[in-house]
């Protein structure tokens, strides 16, 4: 069975003219607003691999979309930051073509524009960029505004006459963007608590489901990538909530989570400290000790002796 068409710009240049764009005033940096764009790349699903950076602000009426595995209503402002590489994928539901055109825009950034300035440093620190689609930001009318303002002036500082400082000045508005998308991250991650909490729960029972069935013997402590896999969201996102409900990182979590079992062994069992060690996935025992002493500032012995 054929999928729907993927298609892949290695260029700005090549993205407009795919999308019946004038060509780009720099070849580097580029806004483009969604009402602009006149040649549709296909009338039902699709899939866009950009080999630049990308950030989008999209509402579509009259039609949900499918990104991944959720349906995703976008009535309401919805940003994407996807970094180059990634697969963006678009599944209309029934085939139903929206009635009307899209409204937003589009800042594509070419991974060239950013050589010799501290954002190209920085940038793959945003862990937003490697987000699974439907775990976009939902913006207020307020948030929406203010982005919006940001990317206006980008496209005003590239519209006018460029010189030397033109480069710092949308690469400073690009760092005030990102920067505003952490922030807004973080406000979504507390007032989405429902969602946040269910994926917490839902973590919660996997990591309870796989300390009690001996796995950690055999596999040791599931990486993140398949605890995140297992709960269908990106390792990024996954992470993210994390720091912003409980204040660590998703390893950090798991290690609190078999320090807590490692106590309850040494607590309530005549296991030997090698035994329990071993039980909690680990080959040497000097690397058990060291995570029990970071963690609890006591040895294992100590801990034991401390509970009698």
Request: aromatic residues 12%.
């Amino acid at each position: 069975m054929v999928g729907p068409p993927l298609f892949r710009f290695k260029t700005i240049t090549e993205y407009h003219r795919a999308a019946g764009l004038p060509k780009p005033e720099h070849p580097l940096i580029s806004v483009v607003h969604m009402d602009d764009i006149t040649l549709p790349l296909t009338q039902g699903s699709f899939s866009l691999i950009f080999d630049f950076y990308s950030i989008s602000l999209k509402r579509v009426h009259d039609v949900k979309f499918k990104y991944g595995q959720q349906a995703t209503d976008f009535d309401e402002g919805v940003l994407f930051f996807m970094a180059p590489g990634q697969v963006f994928g678009v599944e209309i539901e029934n085939g139903v073509i929206p009635r009307h055109r899209p409204e937003g825009w589009i800042i594509l950034i070419h991974p060239d524009f950013l050589w010799n300035t501290p954002l190209a440093k920085i940038i793959k620190q945003y862990e937003f960029f490697h987000y699974s689609v439907y775990e976009a930001l939902f913006l207020s009318d307020k948030e929406e505004t203010m982005l919006t303002g940001i990317a206006d002036n980008i496209e005003q500082e590239y519209h006018a006459n460029i010189d030397r400082f033109s480069q710092n000045v949308i690469i400073a508005h690009l760092e005030l963007l990102l920067t505003y998308g952490e922030r807004y991250y973080q406000r979504q991650f507390i007032t989405r608590k429902i969602s946040s909490h269910e994926i917490l729960t839902r973590l919660e029972d996997f990591l309870s489901d796989y300390f009690s069935s001996g796995a950690l013997a055999t596999q040791g402590l599931p990486s993140v990538a398949h605890i995140a896999e297992t709960l269908t969201i990106s390792p990024g996102y996954l992470s993210g909530l994390l720091k912003s409900l409980t204040g660590q990182s998703t390893q950090q979590h798991l290690h609190d989570k078999l320090i807590g079992l490692a106590k309850e062994k040494l607590s309530t069992t005549s296991l030997s400290v090698s035994e329990i060690a071993y039980e909690l996935g680990f080959e040497h025992l000097q690397s058990f000790s060291k995570l029990f002493k970071t963690k609890t500032s006591l040895s294992p012995m100590e801990f034991r002796q401390s509970c009698h």
